[in-house]
């Protein structure tokens, strides 16, 4: 379906703005950000670009199981924008 330099393009990008891609679970390959959440739009402002100095480095051990917090923390229904 993609072709190869755009899905590594995709990649590239998403690590470039602190995404990490998930080993395990439900949402196995699927990129998360702490900053960039459903229903949560004014995290993504403190979103940056990690210098190359910064690299992120994951652990498995400490994923996020992204299913297990939505249900736990629905989306709320009315959030204020500060």
């Avoid at 051990?61 to 249900?71: A, K, T, Y």
Wanted: glycine share 4%.
């Amino acid at each position: 379906y993609f072709e190869h330099s755009k899905i590594s393009s995709f990649v590239r990008q998403a690590q470039g703005w602190g995404f990490r891609k998930l080993t395990k679970g439900r949402e196995r390959h699927a990129f998360y950000n702490e900053y960039f959440l459903r229903g949560l739009p004014h995290l993504c402002k403190k979103m940056t670009r990690p210098s190359l100095t910064k690299k992120v480095i994951c652990d498995p051990d400490h994923e996020p199981d992204l299913f297990r917090i939505s249900m736990e923390h629905p989306v709320p229904e009315s959030i204020s924008i500060d």
